[in-house]
């Protein structure tokens, strides 16, 4: 989808006059308007949002209020396809930019996995092979996953959904995040050598041997995060250099020799409760988006938080939901002209709806 530029008056506004005509829209709008913030927004769009969260928390969020007829996802597009397929057809999710995509998501198409399938199925029984897709992926991987028994999986049970996906057969595929595939086959006690094969999709048979695909359980999409790939053993030995007491924390999109590495793994909503419910003055080192890192910073004075890297790794394509966009979508909605509408079709709504119902009941 294509963001046409902004109407050229939002781009003339100062951050000040933004922000109060965001508040006034919303005011206008009422109760007909919910605003879901993703944690790796930008504090100016968070002190706008009804609720914040994960992908996964924001989705049950946005169906608290049947009564809402619009639902701003200031998030990215897949988010806001997901919310669109849990929410009744009443309501309309905007995604206030469409370049908001997210890359991860973008290296797993629907044409390559069907092709993947295919080739898979030429050299094992596929029928025997559960397909599972992170929630960070397309809507119409979530139908392919959907309509093979397969399921789609957060971040937060991902090793409870590969365990349930292998319960059901003799392998799986597990896409597009290469990273907390193994990841969480490891933590099921799998070893990454001779147990998972990676897939490279621009490569006959994924760059396999039919022997690789054979002897193992997970074939793992080569997909990864370009904020959590960031994180390496040497910042983990740097941070550990610099203060002895500090807890290294970070996301299982990480590689695996981070998270091993490691103190604490786990989602997002993992890291925020872990870091709230330390104790006062300990130390954080966390490998994970930065708006998320400072704002634990900012609202847990009593303990020292950094971000691993250095370098500082916010999330480019979140960064595109810029407060002048939400104005002019709000704006916009004030108006009568719902822009940027969210709708995914109802042939591949159906399927997707079916993976993200068994998400909900794995845990
Ligand atoms: S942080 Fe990574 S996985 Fe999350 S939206 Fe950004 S690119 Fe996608």
Request: charged share 20%; with cysteine; hydrophobic share 40%.
């Amino acid at each position: 989808m294509y963001q046409a530029p902004l109407p050229v008056e939002y781009a003339a506004l100062t951050p000040e006059e933004v922000d109060l005509r965001i508040r006034a829209a919303k005011a206008a709008l009422g109760s007909a308007l919910v605003i879901l913030g993703h944690h790796y927004q930008r504090d100016e769009i968070i002190a706008h949002a009804d609720y914040r969260g994960d992908s996964y928390k924001l989705c049950k969020d946005a169906n608290r209020h049947p009564e809402a007829k619009f639902i701003v996802f200031c998030g990215v597009h897949f988010m806001a396809e997901s919310a669109d397929i849990l929410t009744p057809d009443s309501m309309q999710v905007i995604l206030p930019n469409l370049a908001a995509g997210c890359s991860m998501a973008d290296m797993a198409n629907h044409f390559q996995v069907k092709s993947c399938w295919k080739q898979l199925s030429a050299v094992t029984d596929s029928s025997k092979v559960t397909p599972v897709t992170y929630i960070n992926s397309a809507a119409n991987l979530k139908s392919f996953v959907g309509e093979h028994g397969g399921t789609v999986c957060t971040s937060t049970n991902a090793p409870a959904a590969v365990q349930w996906a292998l319960d059901r057969g003799e392998k799986m595929l597990f896409f597009p995040d290469q990273h907390l595939g193994r990841n969480s086959g490891v933590k099921l006690g799998f070893n990454p050598e001779k147990d998972m094969a990676l897939w490279d999709p621009f490569k006959p048979l994924g760059g396999n041997t039919p022997e690789k695909i054979a002897a193992s359980k997970f074939i793992l999409w080569k997909g990864h995060c370009s904020v959590h790939k960031r994180f390496t053993l040497e910042q983990i030995a740097t941070a550990r250099r610099n203060d002895p007491e500090v807890n290294i924390l970070v996301h299982p999109e990480c590689p695996l020799e981070v998270v091993q590495a490691s103190d604490f793994n786990g989602s997002t909503e993992f890291i925020i409760n872990k870091v709230r419910d330390s104790a006062p003055g300990s130390s954080w080192a966390i490998g994970t988006e930065i708006n998320l890192v400072s704002r634990l910073a900012k609202e847990e004075p009593t303990k020292r938080i950094t971000c691993l890297d250095s370098q500082i790794c916010p999330c480019a394509t979140m960064y595109r939901i810029h407060p002048s966009f939400l104005c002019w979508v709000l704006e916009e909605l004030v108006a009568g002209r719902p822009m940027n509408v969210i709708k995914v079709p109802e042939e591949t709504a159906q399927f997707a709806r079916l993976a993200l119902d068994r998400m909900l009941q794995i845990s």
